[in-house]
Each structure stands twice: as structure tokens, then as C-alpha cells.
Nanobody, 117 residues
Framework: QVQLVQSGGGLAQAGGSLRLSCAVS????????MDWYRQAPGKQRELVAG???????NYADSVKGRFTVSRDNAWDMVYLQMNSLKPEDTAVYYC???????????WGQGTQVTVSS
């Protein structure tokens, strides 16, 4: 079993910064990628950023150059640093563990991020 516990987030002004953290525990051996998703009211959940076991990162076009995903070497913590925030970044953000079999088996509890203009 894998447990994901999120922290961080909250309220920021446009142009500001926030950092999200995802504490990963349990059987992490089969995690291939840790991803960050977000879901705004009335919209579908979308992939924001991800980082693989080898440290390869990917980002949605909407956040490239503003968000940075990182992790510690032991998969204990995964971070999403969000800079130059925009009101359209307002959403509930989730970390998710993608297994080596290509299945999202575990999700964090979600963290609200609100960006005011």
C-alpha cells in the first residue's frame, strides 16, 4: 500500500507563489511516476506536472516556465513549486502515484489553491 498526504497550498495573489508537498509512504517500489493533477470547478481533472523515478519531468503547456515539480531521491516527498500564479490556476490540486503497470492506484486528499486577481 502507498499513502499520499498533501500539504501546502492556500490563498495567493496573482503573480505570487505557493508550494505543494506530497508525503509518500508505504510500498513505493512500484511507483514509476508521481504526477500532480488539478480540477477547477466545473472542469475536468487535468494533468499539471509529473516526475519519473529517473527524474524526468513533464509539464502542461499552461504551467511551463512557472511550475516546477521535484522530489527527493527516496520518493519520500514530492513537491510542486508554483510561481507567477494566475487566477486560472485556482483549483483543487492532487498528487497521484502512477505504478509501473500504468495504473493510478493512489491519490492524495487534495489541496485547495486559490489565486486572487
Amino acid at each position: 500500500q502507498v499513502q499520499l498526504v498533501q500539504s501546502g497550498g492556500g490563498l495567493a495573489q496573482a503573480g505570487g507563489s505557493l508550494r505543494l508537498s506530497c508525503a509518500v509512504s508505504g510500498d513505493t517500489f512500484n511507483i514509476d511516476t508521481m504526477d500532480w493533477y488539478r480540477q477547477a470547478p466545473g472542469k475536468q481533472r487535468e494533468l499539471v506536472a509529473g516526475i519519473t523515478r529517473l527524474g524526468i519531468t513533464n509539464y502542461a503547456d499552461s504551467v511551463k516556465g512557472r511550475f516546477t515539480v521535484s522530489r527527493d531521491n527516496a520518493w519520500d516527498m514530492v513537491y510542486l513549486q508554483m510561481n507567477s500564479l494566475k487566477p486560472e490556476d485556482t483549483a483543487v490540486y492532487y498528487c497521484a502515484a502512477l505504478s509501473v503497470w500504468g495504473v493510478y492506484g493512489h491519490w492524495g486528499q487534495g489541496t485547495q489553491v486559490t489565486v486572487s486577481s
